[in-house]
């Protein structure tokens, strides 16, 4: 078939606009053909990532209830794949530091063993049935979210090579942006196919094609050119347990924010996976609606995004903690108030607001706190100190929810919510310093199109990249859903899942 000249123009034109997008602007001219695609394969794999993990996050738990689990059931789901993360943290960190090849290691680790359950849990009902299908689902989580963590630490050292300092938060920016929008645009599509179909063949082929947008996902991320590190095989003993142990007594100031990290993490997992239990069973909200409330969230926490951006540049991510700490325990409590299914909608519009401004300022507060030559191993900590609580917390909240029933672990989890931010005020708060203030994002003037060269180039700004460490980090919201917009706890931000 042949096109006329506009309208080649025009496909070329199209052509490029995708490729700027997917790259994060223009600004992709500056740097190597090798980089170039390297951003883009990096975008691509994010926004199908998102989309696959917006259907198990949302529509995970929903499937284990239509398989007959119980409250215990679903909280000893969350405390395994808890205890799974915090022993594989580690051992994926030795890994990146002993043998590099971090891409082989996401692929495999993250992208094949961390799919491939995916595939069996939709087709446990054809050969299971009642507390064996549920057991069955529950050890393939374990192994998924094992795999995940294992392959964590070599995405993020990989991502800090593939993505150019200067631009590291503009291009963030971008990605997390159209993740955000894959994620909800998938989460209302597959909500309704889940409500047309019925259970529990609706979970099956939400399950099923959250593996196959996932291995698309993994294939974008295989065809990226891992850059060369230039840290090779250092020892793997400054990971022993002598090590570590020798780190946080060392650095008190960092022990401590990990035990109001601990403490907040308990508080958050004794409620957090039983939001969409409370939703679906005592509320009646069906898949379709799950997916729609959901999306309000996110929805909720694209926009606030900039403003808490801006604000985190102007307070620090110290006072932006504070602050988002003392709203979030506000959240669990309206629960309580909520008598139909479509009630949460208030309590999701300003969940994806609060989590927004305390997951992009915690994450910029651990970056903060860790030295740079050991920021995989204090990162590593803090996912372990985040990940052990989780564990805790959810074996908790499920015998609490079937002694007592949820409602009563929302009460818990809005008081210990509220204590671990009296913690962080009286403990750290008026103890840590501000860290170097940084230039904003959104200072940074960008030309119009009419200012932009004819090469289509746009300017860098004048003033020179900064160190890794002040660099800004955004974090992603949909890589953070909130346990009160019916999503389940998973792990802490690095990237990381996370909740009400």
């Known amino acids: 078939m042949k096109f006329s000249r506009p309208a080649r123009r025009q496909r070329i034109r199209l052509r490029m606009t995708m ?86 290691t996401v692929v495999i680790a993250g992208g094949w063993f961390g799919r491939l359950p995916l595939l069996l849990m939709a087709l446990i009902p054809f050969f299971a049935k009642g507390s064996t299908a549920i057991y069955i689902l529950i050890a393939l989580k374990v192994v998924l979210d094992g795999a995940r963590n294992l392959a964590l630490p070599a995405w993020v050292s990989l991502t800090a090579d593939i993505v150019p300092l200067s631009w590291r ?138 403003f808490l951006g801006r604000l985190a540049d102007q307070w620090g991510s110290r006072k932006l903690t504070l602050v988002s700490g003392f709203l979030v325990p506000i ?16 309590v999701n519009i300003l969940s994806g607001v609060f989590w927004a401004g305390y997951n992009l300022a915690v994450f910029n507060l651990m970056l903060e706190m860790s030295p740079d030559q050991e920021r995989a191993k204090y990162s590593a900590l803090y996912q372990i100190a985040v990940a052990g609580a989780a564990a805790i917390g959810a074996a908790f909240g499920g015998m609490v929810a079937n002694q007592w029933g949820i409602p009563v672990l929302f009460v818990i989890s809005g008081v210990g919510r509220f204590l671990s931010a009296l913690f962080f005020l009286v403990v750290l708060y008026r103890k840590m310093p501000e860290a170097d203030s940084v230039t904003p994002f959104s200072e940074i003037a960008l030309p119009s199109p009419e200012s932009t060269n004819p090469t289509g180039e746009i300017p860098l700004p004048e003033e020179a990249p900064k160190p890794a460490s002040e660099e800004a980090v955004v974090p992603d919201p949909s890589e953070n859903p909130n346990p009160e917009s019916q999503t389940e706890k998973l792990t802490p931000p690095l990237p990381a899942p996370d909740a009400d």
């Open 331 to 346: 959240l669990p409590f309206m629960w309580l108030f909520i008598h139909s299914p479509w009630g949460v909608i208030p």
């Open 19 to 104: 490729e700027r997008v997917a790259a994060g602007g223009r600004w992709l001219v500056e740097f190597p053909r090798e980089t170039q695609q390297n951003l883009r394969n990096f975008f691509y794999d994010g926004v199908f990532a998102s989309a696959s993990d917006a259907i198990t996050l949302t529509f995970l738990t929903l499937y284990l209830l239509a398989l007959g689990a119980s409250s215990a059931d679903i909280g000893w789901l969350n405390a395994i794949s808890s205890i799974a993360a915090v022993i594989l943290l580690l051992p994926g960190a030795m890994l990146v530091d002993r043998f590099g090849q971090r891409k082989k």
């Open 169 to 306: 938060g503009r291009y963030f920016g971008n990605r997390n942006l159209m993740m955000g929008i894959s994620a909800m645009i998938v989460t209302a599509i597959i909500g309704e196919l889940i409500t047309r179909i019925g259970t529990p063949g609706g979970y099956q082929w939400a399950i099923g094609l959250a593996f196959a947008i996932g291995m698309i996902s993994t294939f974008f991320f295989s065809r990226i050119n891992e850059p060369a590190t230039s840290e090779k095989h250092p020892s793997t003993s400054r990971y022993s347990l002598k090590a570590l142990r020798s780190t946080l007594q060392g650095d008190r100031k960092f022990l401590v924010f990990c035990i109001y990290t601990a403490l907040w993490t308990f508080s958050l997992n004794t409620a957090g996976p039983f939001f969409a239990v409370y939703h679906v069973q005592t509320l009646g909200a069906t898949a379709s609606i799950v997916g729609i409330t959901t999306i309000v969230t996110r929805i909720s926490a694209l926009p606030a995004q900039r």
